[in-house]
Structures are given as C-alpha cells and as structure tokens.
C-alpha cells in the first residue's frame, strides 16, 4: 500500500470513529471506487461496513458496490431496503448487474431483478443467457450508436445527451434502421472533422467485431493485439447487441493467466480470491489431481517393483534424481507451449516446426545435462557411494535420453490436446508428468539391466 | 485465424502477385496494422517484404512497422535510405521509438538516432535511462496537457490542434506553469461541461499518479484495480513527465504473467515469441535451472544410498510415489500463493493467516490423499507386490506428513522471498521442489526404518 493510501484510510478511519460526517464525505468525493471498497472491507466490522456505505455521496454508492467481494454484497443487499437497492442498481451498468447476479443465491437475485425496471429485467435476463466464457457475458449494453447520415454536430449533441449513462462514449458505433453494425468512429475524428462533416463520410467501415458467442479469451486477445479501448459485439445476422470495454478484457486477461497458472499446478481454477476462498472449497480444487496422480503413480511402483530386485542398491539411489531431471525438462517444454498456444503465438498447424525445434534444443539440453551429471557422480557422489565409471556413463546416458524424450511429450501433449480441442493447461501438464515418470524409469531399468551386469 | 483474415489475407496475395497495387492500396487502407504486419511476416520473401511494405499508404507506414517483429524491423531500416527511416520514425510515438530501439544492435540505433531530430533524439536518450522494468521505460511522452485557467472552449481548440500527434486525448492532463501535475480531467467531462466553465473549477485534483521509477508490474496492476485508459507519470518534484495508456499496461500484465509462468517452470523468462527464439537462446534460458537442481538432487541421491539397505524393495518401489504426491502438494500450495502476491492479493503481513489456512487445509488434503493411498495399496499395488498392512500404514502414513509439510513449505517460501525482495516465482517454485524431495524422503526412511522390524 502507498503512503497516499495509507494517510486516506487513516483519515477516512479518524473522520468516521469522530462521527466528522461532513470531512468524511468531503475525502470521499475525492477518493477512487476501488480504495474506499478495500477501506470498508479490511477496517470495519460487519455493522460499521454498511453504516459507511449508507454515508457515501449518491454519485459513489453504485462505483463503490460494484468493487466489492460478492460476500459483502450479498450482506448489503439483505441489509438494504428497495428504495435504497433501487437507487444503487439504478446507477450501475447492466454488465456489473449482470456479474454480481451472477454470483448471488436465487433469493437475492429475485430482488435485484424485483428492484429493476421492466427494461432493465429484460437485458438482464437476455444477458444472463449467454454462455459463461462468451464475449455476450461480459459485454455491455452503454454504447453510443450513432445514423450514418447526422452530422458531426449532431453527433456531439447526442453522445451530450446520452453519454453520461455509456460505460465508453470514445468508440461511437453507426448502425442502419435495422441494427446493423456498419461502420466506427471515435471522438477523436469527430473532434478533428468539420461540423457540418456527414458521419457516414468519416466513419471507418471495416470494423473489426466479435460474435456473442466467441470465447472471452479470444476477445481479450483482440485487445492486445489491436489496442482498442472497445470492440463491438455482434450477433448471427451483423447486428450490433452490445460492446466490450478494455477495462473488462484487462479483467479477463488476468483472470485467463491465474487459471492457466492453476490448471498447470494441478489445481481445479477458482476465480475468487486466495483469502476469500473457503478451506473446504480450496481442499475441494486441490483434491482431484492430487488423487488422480497418486493413483497414476501406480505404475512407477509397478515398474520399480519389477525390476528392483535386478537394480543394484547404487543404481537406485539415483531414480529421483533422473526422474526429476526428465520431469523437469519436460516441464520446461510443456508449460512453453501450453503459453504460446494460450497467447495465440502457435498453433496445431506449427506442430512439426515445434516438434523439430525442441528436439534439437532438447539434445542440446541433454548433452549439456548429461555431461554436467556425469562430472557430478565422478565429483560428488563418488563420496559417500561407490559408482564405477560404467555405470555413471548409464546414469548420464539414460539422462540425456529421459531429458530428450520428456521434451518431445512435453511438446506434443499440448498440441494434441488443443487439436482434440481440450484445453491444453489441464491435460498437459498433470499427464505429461505421469507419463514421463513412467517412460524414464522404464528407459532407466531396462538400459541398467541389459547393459551392467 | 477467422475466415475475415484469410480472406483479407487472400486478396492481399492476389492484388501483389497480380501488380494490382491500386487495389491493394485501397484494401490496406481498410486493414488494421497488425494484421498488414503479420501478412509481411508470415506470406512473403524478404526481398518481397520489403518491397510490400514500400507500396503501404504513407499514414499506415509507421503503424505497421512497430506491430513487426524486431528481427524484420532491423532488415527494414538495413533497407531503407535516410528519408524513409526519417518518414517512419517521424509518425511514431516516442515510446514505440525506444522500445525498437532497445531491441536494436549499436549500428542501428546510431542511424536511427541520426535520423531523429536533435529534440526527438534528447526525449529518446531521456527515454532511455530509466532502468527496464519502471514506468518510465514504457511511458510516452506524447499526451494533452491544459492549463487551469483556460475555458473548456480554448481547451477543445487546443486538443483539435495537438490532438492529431498524442498517443490519446481522451484523458487530459492540467499542469501549473512548473509543469507541476494539479488536475486531470476527461473528453467526457468536457463534453458535458459548458463551453464557458474553466477547465480549473472542473478538474479533478486527486490524481492517481505513478513515478518514473515505479515497477511497471506495478503500474499495470493500477491499470487493472482502476479502470483508467491512461496514467501520468510523475517525477520526484511532482512534475508530470509522461503518460502509461492502457495498451501497453495490457501488454505488460500479458508478459508478465508469462514471465511469472517461466519463472515456476524453472525457465529463465524471455521477452521473443517462442518460434523466433534461437536454438541456442532457449537452450540458455533452460539450462541454469535444470543443472542447478540436477545438483540439488545429489541429497536425495545421499539420503537413498545411507537408508536404502535397510529399506525393503517394497517400500522402495512407493519412493517415487510419495515424493511424487509431496512435490504436487507443495506445487499447489507455492503457485497459490506465488500467483496471489503476483496480484497483490496478499503480502507478507498475511503471512500467519495463510500458514494457518493453509495448515487446515494441508491437514484436510494430506487425510483424504492418505485415505485413497492407502486404499488403493491394498486394492491394486497388492495385486502385483506383496505389502503388509503394517508396511501400508506407514506408507500412508508418511504420505499425510508429506503432504502437511509440502504445503506449508510451498506457502511459507514465496512470503518469505518476497519479504526478502526476491522474486517469488524464481526462488520458490525450483527451490520448494528441492527442499521438499529430501524432507519426504528422509520423513519416509526415517518412519519406516524406526516403525518397521
């Protein structure tokens, strides 16, 4: 936390412990939605959070709400009466709605939709129809929509009239009698056209759009690769249904990254936050690959159990460390492209180019690996463990063979799995290592066996 | 890639291969850059790239060039003579400038430098001497700057008339005579004020700010919690030095989630796509980690060789098995918490409630994977290996430990390398991995040693 911030919230805490109503408001007026949300939540208890929040100056009430955990949202909504829920909905934008209905037990979305216009209900009910990851479920509906044939002037007249209740009034979207989308414009070009300028003479007719349909991650890509601040969203027949913000995309760009993180620690993703989480909920998106692998493992015990008694007490002193080195690699080449696939850099068509590219990275990983262990075992375990030079020269071979067979599944996996369109964080990496677990100890054994006596 | 692209894609090819270069010219008009460059990259010879770039519309020129990657920027300015390295560079932002810049070899950057104006190449050598990864390296200098005392009416002529040059006008940026930063407003405020308000009375005063040496991880994270299309950056005087906007805060919240992806994976982090990276590049960023822990491993080999005699092969072949089920525990638990503090959703001082969380949930985890452990002993791994029920329990048994200590080392490091200004995702993941083989495996000989006859 900054220094600024730190003196805000001691002020914010001194002005409302002193019952200073009138300095609090004051502060407030100047503080951002996103702080005064965290104040409320990590420095008041229960009773005081809402006694606060009935403080704020009308025009923050919705801003701040929207920002805060869906658990303190819930006890506000109970706590509030319909006039008071109606004025904070009233304000908001119909994609917030949408996020915190989402989120809330049936009781209370009936009254949110209880407290909405007949309008309002509508949208929001069409939007809480999309699909979960579609461009639809986080679009929004605020968009300035202009006619082609108005002039520049008329134009400003109108984002005058109706931009205070847009999300975005920057992107202007032209659309024809029947909703068409057929054209942009921004308020930069209307700021440097003419007056009297038609806007169907300055609007750029190639837009680049998204169906409601399409998957958020691929519309927060969009957004990195063409620096939009909005992108349109349309439906089958071209009409324009609604529009996504880049404050959204920036959401959905970081929400993507966590859960891509989380899928390649074998973890089940959660989107609400480390702290908020419960223990029974974090037990229960730990839990299945945890199993899944234990009972994987089955078959590294099967394998060791069968050759074990043929592996001498040297040679089995180094299963970890070859086993780590081969999971390891593999790793390395599995979470590479588990990311480029995800940040759209390659895809299944780049297959052989992938797979040619790792194998040769991956006999120059295992050399260089090789070599160094064979020093290693000649150097430092010679200390404490007898290990003659033939079978170090095993070890070490069978290291470079687990490293360059761990890259090629480490690289495949991800594409195979994306091919078969399932998503490559989740089958790659917890399958990759039991896979290559499995491989390196049979390569292991059965190279130690027929070679050393 | 949609069937819009391709299709653009197809008609590009076919007006260049056909000499149609009027045609060409109108459908490049309607493309966005990106895609223009990425159609230079992946459809065509160098000499044809060139050549293609040559015929683009003077306005797209510069656009294009900065979505290329550096290797072909390079060829580029090998290519052209000092007008049109000088016609490019003129239409660029300053930060666009310097993030080629950075990417380019001495020869280059001189006749870049030289073909800057002498103002141009002062802001650029300012530009680049912030340090990589703080604000200032990704700031522009190019942003709308008003004075308090002039009427909303001067203030739009003014943005009409420096408008075209700045990366965006849309947030506005009020300085004193100091260059002092006193106020921000928007084109939206403006829009809706009277023409006749003074741009002091409508301004807002609270400023969030960034300073120049900030981490631009940092800046990017401000971006995300408030919702903001651009933020200034302040020197220590609180002079107003530049502006971050929200399309490189967007880039930087991307790279860094796969820097920090990297980082876990035991990979040192690069900035190149993976299919422009060398051989020899990526096998330099895979290399330290996989040696390092490959000599890390020597104490598993040690502890296996002291307890391996008195270890039955029964109990050797479920080595891997537990030290697997250990290091997936840890896993999840240093991922959590390295991607939470990535997030800023915790920091040190939560350190006793996310040892204590984690505790509970440890416990809860390690029961129920100690559970199917042993059920799945006695159900499957009987039906190959002789194990006695004793033998099971304390397999089992040594899987509960296991897993509590994993998960309190895997969430203890990344705080602990944090408080210490380490970057979590490097020290904790690769080091947790280590540290957590040898426990399990000295717990695992120790117990069954003492326990079993």
Redesign the interface.
Known sequence: MTEKLEALYEHLAFCFESRKFADLRIALL???P?DIASFIENNLDDKEQIFFFRLLPKEQASDVFIELDSDTQEDFIRSFNDKELKAVLDDMFMDDTVDIIEEMPANVVKRILRASTPEDRKSINALLEYPEDSAGSIMTLEYVSLSANITVEDA?DR??KI??NKET??TCYITDNKKHLVGVTT??EL??ANRADKIGDIM???V?TVSTLEDKENVAFK?????F?ALPVVDKEGCLVGIVT??D???V??EE??E???R????LPSEK???KQS??S??KS??P???L???A??F???V???Y??SLS??L??????L???AG??G??SS???I??IA?N??SFK?IF??IL?EL??AF??GL??GI??FL?IQL??NL??EISIYENLVISGV?VIS?VMAKLVGCILPLLAKKIKLDPAVVAS?LM?TIV?VLS?IIYCSIAIAILP
Chains 1, 2 share one sequence.
Request: proline share 4%; aromatic share 8%; hydrophobic share 55%.
């Open positions: 100047d503080a951002e996103a400003f984002i005058r931009g205070p009034i920057y308020v930069k700021l440097l750029d007719t190639s680049i957004f990195s690769k063409y620096d601040l880049v404050d995309a920036v959401d760009i970081q990254a966590t891509d993180i989380q390649m620690a074998a973890i936050p480390y702290l223990i029974f974090i037990w730990r839990i690959w945890l199993v692998l234990l009972v493992s089955t590294t015990s099967m060791l159990a069968r074990e008694k007490t040297v089995t002193a180094f299963v970890p460390m086993m780590g080195a390891n690699a790793g390395q979470v590479t492209i990311r480029a940040v850099e390659i780049d180019r992938v590219k040769l990275v120059l990983v260089s690996v160094v262990c290693k430092i375990d404490y463990n290291c490293i917890p290592t677990d100890l």
